[in-house]
């Protein structure tokens, strides 16, 4: 199993341009996240799926679309790139019948 | 909603001896709380988590207390070893909406294990 997987790695943006950070997981969860991560901020969530279908807001919405294409993919997309939106992005799913989320490797994110 | 602070936010300890990491909480009925561990460069793991209805856990050298009055708890770890250098992150369940946790994480405490 690969568990988490996030593509690209590394991303460098110019503001206002678009583009889709792409994440699956190959677990079976249900439940899967956006995180993004900022120094001395810790994690904070961005979307959120219960289940294929669904998608809903966590701490840090604005700026930010989600679509979880099946239960494997949930994608992460940024329509107008701004330098507030440098950061570091973590994909997370779950089982319900666990309590632990497992992370994928992350994309380094920088916009110009 | 719910609001987790984190100290210290750097540790630094000699090698062999404890460390402890705090985190309190503001949402009374968060249940569930988990500590990540996150190497360099890596993603964060979880390492330990400890439900409301337990007051202490542990798993080797690592544990964790929950004190529900004062809406604290704290990551232990004993015995420090130059891999237990990482930044560690606790976090407090804010909700659950149709099986999907929604967690609220500390600041993260830069820990390093000075040989």
């Known amino acids: 199993n690969a568990g988490v997987t996030q593509t690209p790695k590394f991303q460098v943006l110019k503001t206002g341009q678009s583009m889709t950070l792409q994440c699956a997981q190959d677990?079976?969860?249900?439940?899967m996240y956006w995180y993004r991560q900022d120094p001395g901020m810790g994690l904070r969530l961005i979307y959120y799926?219960?289940?294929?279908?669904?998608?809903d807001k966590g701490e840090v919405p604005n700026g930010y679309n989600v679509s979880r294409l099946n239960k494997r993919e949930f994608s992460l997309r940024l329509e107008s790139a701004a330098p507030s939106q440098t950061s570091v992005y973590f994909c997370a799913s779950r089982d319900a019948s666990r309590a632990e989320q497992f992370f994928g490797p992350g994309t380094r994110l920088t916009v110009l | 909603g719910e609001n987790v602070e984190q100290h210290p936010s750097t540790l630094s300890v000699q090698e062999g001896d404890s460390a402890v990491i705090k985190c309190t909480y503001s949402d009374s009925a968060s249940n569930y709380f988990p500590w990540y561990k996150q190497e360099l460069g890596k993603r964060p793991q979880l390492i330990i988590d400890?439900?409301?209805?337990?007051g202490e856990k542990k798993d080797q050298r690592i544990a964790v207390t929950l004190n529900k009055t004062a809406k604290h708890f704290s990551l232990h770890i004993t015995e420090t070893q130059p891999e237990d250098s990482a930044v560690y992150f606790c976090a407090a369940i804010e909700d659950i909406i149709q099986g999907a946790q929604k967690l609220v994480f500390g600041q993260g405490t830069r820990l390093t294990i000075n040989p």
């Open positions: 677990m079976n969860h249900n439940s």
């Open positions: 799926s219960a289940s294929e279908g669904t998608t």
């Open positions: 400890i439900r409301s209805n337990v």
